[in-house]
DNA sequence: AAGTAACCGAGACGGTACGTCGCGTCTTACG
DNA sequence: CGTAAGACGCGACGTACCGTCTCGGTTACTT
């Protein structure tokens, strides 16, 4: 899982075909290309090993070489093209960048293509742990800190109270997507995660007070 | 999906044995046990029609004859053990209500077999749409039912304010499970659940009166 | 093989339905119909218990009961109509009897559903001692027989040598004929059996007399 | 039927192993080894291409990536050791040839293994008119034509009258033969096709001369 | 007239083998 | 040395029939 070698990034064009030099640029593109699409057009089960190698012009045994299953594939494909596309805000408000992030959050899982790359790959990893260690280690984690950095930047500003669990806040704010989309199937407009962000905003905000509501007595 | 025909429903010892008045009761309870062993023991991607089939002493026919898919099976094997399991309780509180619900909602979904299996149905359910739907109307708009019931006793008791939306409630309050349970992996023990209430308590109550932090005016 | 127990042949009419007192004519004649029509409509292979019982609109089990097996049923098959078709004639001279009955013979292998039948329980035959046994216990003996009683009437008549060996005789006449529907394929038209008969009866009388050529001196 | 293409055809020594450049001479041996095993050790209905491929020791889809059908095995496994098996002699007389082929021939249809595979091909193609052509044309006729040599050569010596007929000689002379193994069942030992080899010599010493029994005047 | 027993249809059952698909590994020839 | 090509052993798929079984219904001989 995960193994993929980038090639040389920085060096430059390195574009070579059946050569000594390195791995086939053309090759990399052309099979991820063709996942992608096959992912779109077939679903999750119509990925095959073999329908990419077909499709991409491209030898099996080249993919095995630079990946290590369909997953690692896909999980390329979503790299590509997704890396950047979830960049949570920095608006100069807690509810500004809210209601942005969680819009564009919702968009991405449910419009976008890598969005639906994640999707498949957050069901497979239900069933794999280790594409479930992978994904969080090469991509989640990236992004949840990016996440928690708005929520720290807002708790900077006083918006948000000091003492917030920042895991426990983004977890409220986020889950609540997450489980229309991959549970419930339910809309996710921004009308929606709009409302989603005035409820947290507004357990946060009571949460600097005295609770107007007395906790359990049982 | 979700083929299976259920024998004599129910009540009377309907015990039949592969004749004209059904099928046998048996086989279907060894396929089940079969597949649900399967799913624990060596995961999704090692359940297989064949592998059910040659566990539980019955020929492969028969599992097709039944169920559609080796998903099929794994749905009733859910159904058979979980339908009663998720029981929103009703204490008399809000908050001891919910801080049941969500605790025990946590531990079936990390630690039972039948949440096991449900997270690879809801896993699958991302590639498949087909099963996606099922698994909706066949048992979580049921649950989701009895959660929203939950709620609204608590608005009717006037613990909960009377115009809130109870579906996005409900997400809100176990959105964030699931999230950790099927995204992140973080901890779901007591202590973070019972904080999950608190916050959504916290808002509901806020939301009940003028909202202390003034709505963003951009 | 072979298993199959006649009715009460001479009984007259026993023809029930579901009842204590035999079986049932009408199944038995459906299933030889359907036995029969499969035969010619798909050949051997299409031919199937379940196809049987299917199409003659009977129970898998009452074939079951009565035949051992489809070979069973396409046996009874043949004797049902190809019994007394097969006659080798009594017309007062050799040469007319043989020409006669290796025509007949070419006709009915070559033409005859019930030839159709025969040829495909010899084919049969040559992968199952047990049917090849019984088929010539069940048949193909008394057709010797019916065929040797012929010659010997001409050696009676005085019209074949006293002294020839009448079972090489008869492979001699009738082996040629086989030979071209079942290996070669070739024509088995009236010409040709006449002069297998002529060839035949050259031989014969040759071997009545001082052979023109002398045997082989190494 | 017959689609088996076979790699390096007539010299050297090419010997691959499942590149690009053709099929596994190893696994194509050991595929046709099993085929005659099985067909010796359990009779037709025990060759089962699961069986070949377990017993080879490949895949079952190597198998039909070569062959079509069990019988299309079973017909590389005949070439394999048929086909130079019999051989129509050249001994310098008609009754030495005859004699010494016809021996060969009952040996090889009653004792050969290669002859039990030609008679079970030979019953299959009763229920499979492709099989038979095939088998014809790939070789039954190659045989054939050679047989016809040997008659000719007689023919030329003045053995044989000039104006026979030599397919339905052929005929007269093997099938008898053919028709004992595969019908009758009776025994075909030296003595017996030396007997019908006499006959067969005598119909045609008589053919040359004036016919001492006259023709039926009916 | 009621009971009973043999045969019927239907069809589910445990199996075997089918022919296909995709896996991941391998060997080669080319650039 | 990386590539396209593709054969290989392997495992699972979903299907077709096998031969066995149990069932409820029908019918005609008991009693």
Redesign the interface.
């Known amino acids: 899982m995960g193994e993929s070698q980038l090639p040389g990034d920085a060096a430059g064009p390195v574009r070579h075909h059946g050569n000594r030099h390195g791995r086939s640029e053309d090759a990399r593109r052309a099979v991820i290309r063709a996942a992608d699409d096959l992912l779109v057009e077939r679903?999750?089960?119509g990925v095959t090993i073999e329908g990419i190698a077909a499709r991409a012009g491209v030898a099996k045994q080249t993919i095995y070489r630079w990946w290590g299953s369909k997953v690692d594939v896909l999980f390329d494909t979503f790299l590509e093209d997704a890396t950047e596309q979830l960049a949570p805000p920095d608006n100069g408000?807690v509810?500004?960048d809210l209601?942005a992030y969680l819009r564009q959050l919702a968009a991405f899982l449910t419009e976008d293509d890598a969005g639906a790359v994640l999707?498949?790959l957050?069901?497979?990893?239900?069933?794999?742990p280790g594409l479930?260690r992978t994904l969080?280690e090469s991509h989640?984690d990236q992004l949840?800190n990016r996440e928690l950095a708005m929520l720290d930047r807002a708790v900077g500003r006083g918006e948000l109270p000091a003492g917030l669990?920042l895991?426990?806040a983004l977890?409220?704010l986020?889950?609540?997507?997450?489980?229309?989309v991959?549970?419930?199937?339910?809309p996710v407009g921004p009308e929606?995660t709009d409302?989603?962000v005035?409820?947290?905003?507004?357990?946060c905000?009571?949460?600097g007070?005295p609770?107007?509501?007395p906790?359990?007595q049982?």
Chains 1, 2, 3, 4 share one sequence.
């Open positions: 679903g999750f089960a408000t509810r500004s209601t999707r498949a957050v069901g497979q990893a239900q069933h794999d479930a969080r989640l949840r669990d895991d426990e977890d409220r986020v889950g609540p997507v997450y489980h229309r991959l549970v419930t199937g339910g929606v409302r989603f005035d409820a947290f905003l507004a357990a905000a009571a949460a007070e609770a107007p509501v906790p359990d049982g």
